[in-house]
Nanobody, 133 residues
Framework: EVQLVESGGGLVQAGGSLRLSCAAS????????IGWFRQAPGKEREGVSCYNSRDDKTYYSDSVKGRFTISRDNARNTVYLRMNSLKPEDTAVYYC??????????????????????????WGQGTQVTVSS
């Protein structure tokens, strides 16, 4: 059973940094795409960043590109999201997700496929990130 536990959120001033962690268990990293989503109050959940374990490629939404970095630690079965230059509009609950990469998804569309998904079966509790102005 895939289990994902998010942590590392907090309150930070605009321009500051945070590192989120996603501790994973129940699956093998090398078979999965793992990523981060966020949901701000009153808004739909949106994909932020993901990592394709098959080719080590990373993907980012336009809103965080250049400021956020996704990485993994295989020994710890953990995926991180380093967030720099935080803005008040980054305030949201951040969630981690993972899924196998199906064969019909072309390697050039992994980020679009994963970050655009709305059909994940369940979500964890997430971790709150609040950026003050």
């Amino acid at each position: 059973e895939v289990q994902l536990v998010e942590s590392g959120g907090g309150l930070v001033q605009a321009g500051g940094s945070l590192r989120l962690s996603c501790a994973a268990s129940g699956f093998t990293f090398s078979d999965y795409v793992i990523g981060w989503f966020r949901q701000a109050p009153g808004k739909e959940r949106e994909g932020v960043s993901c990592y394709n374990s098959r080719d080590d490629k990373t993907y980012y939404s336009d809103s965080v590109k250049g400021r956020f970095t996704i990485s993994r630690d295989n020994a710890r079965n953990t995926v991180y999201l380093r967030m720099n230059s935080l803005k008040p509009e980054d305030t949201a609950v951040y969630y981690c997700q993972a899924d196998r990469l199906p064969g019909f998804v072309h390697h050039g569309f992994v980020g679009i496929w994963f970050l655009g998904r709305t059909d994940f079966g369940s979500w964890g509790q997430g971790t709150q990130v609040t950026v003050s102005s």
